[in-house]
T-cell receptor, first 114, second 116 residues
Framework: AQKVTQAQTEISVVEKEDVTLDCVYE???????LFWYKQPPSGELVFLIR??????QNEISGRYSWNFQKSTSSFNFTITASQVVDSAVYFC???????????FGQGTRLTINP | EADIYQTPRYLVIGTGKKITLECSQT?????MYWYQQDPGMELHLIHY???????EKGDLSSESTVSRIRTEHFPLTLESARPSHTSQYLC???????????????FGQGTRLTVV
């Protein structure tokens, strides 16, 4: 069975601190996708990144970076120099290669305090 | 920018009412999905479709039903709403593989349903 675990239910930091959101997944598939989505208070899901299972290259996009380690089945997300606008719920998701059905983690509520 | 729309955004209805949540996308995507999000945040797949006249149940059992008569339209219906159906419902679509698009799901803004 496929499963995604985000062990941190809530994180609260002061603005400008770096923060890492953890994501661990379980799957028997050899090919799959991994995603991160942001959900602001308005409720929509905003796509942040997609990774294919055969692409372990880490990625940086501005203040955001992602560390994919297949050996530990982890896909962690780091925000550098956090800002109040980063406050949201963040979801990690595992996507089926054929159907693109998504299995979501429980979400991490991130609060950035001024 | 994704073109996928859900209506209504918010809905408060009484127990026993029949409701339909609308989802439309203008991108010509074949694959569409409905996810239910509990008040406690977790999202679960309840329905999906590979194209016209194709509908499948997702991982989470749901009393709702869906239809796919047109590519762009994937409505979700509750014949008799109950308080346990109170949730947010998110619709998504994905480009057809090989169409040149990415494979991330584009999500609508969601419908927050409250059954009283």
């Amino acid at each position: 069975a496929q499963k995604v675990t985000q062990a941190q239910t809530e994180i609260s930091v002061v603005e400008k601190e770096d923060v890492t959101l953890d994501c661990v997944y379980e799957t028997r598939d050899t090919t799959y996708y991994l995603f991160w989505y942001k959900q602001p208070p308005s409720g929509e899901l905003v796509f942040l990144i997609r990774r294919n299972s055969f692409d372990e290259q880490n990625e940086i996009s501005g203040r955001y970076s992602w560390n994919f380690q297949k050996s530990t089945s982890s896909f962690n997300f780091t925000i550098t120099a956090s800002q109040v606008v980063d406050s949201a719920v963040y979801f990690c998701a595992l996507g089926d290669w054929e159907d693109q059905k998504l299995v979501f983690g429980q979400g991490t509520r991130l609060t950035i305090n001024p | 920018e994704a073109d996928i729309y859900q209506t209504p955004r918010y809905l408060v209805i009484g127990t026993g009412k029949k409701i339909t949540l609308e989802c439309s996308q203008t991108m010509g995507h074949d694959k569409m999905y409905w996810y239910q999000q509990d008040p406690g945040m977790e999202l679960h797949l309840i329905h999906y479709s590979y194209g016209v006249n194709s509908t499948e149940k997702g991982d989470l059992s749901s009393e709702s039903t869906v239809s796919r008569i047109r590519t762009e339209h994937f409505p979700l219906t509750l014949e008799s709403a109950r308080p346990s159906h109170t949730s947010q419902y998110l619709c998504a679509s994905i480009p057809t593989p090989g169409s040149g698009g990415n494979t991330e799901a584009f999500f609508g803004q969601g419908t927050r349903l409250t059954v009283v």
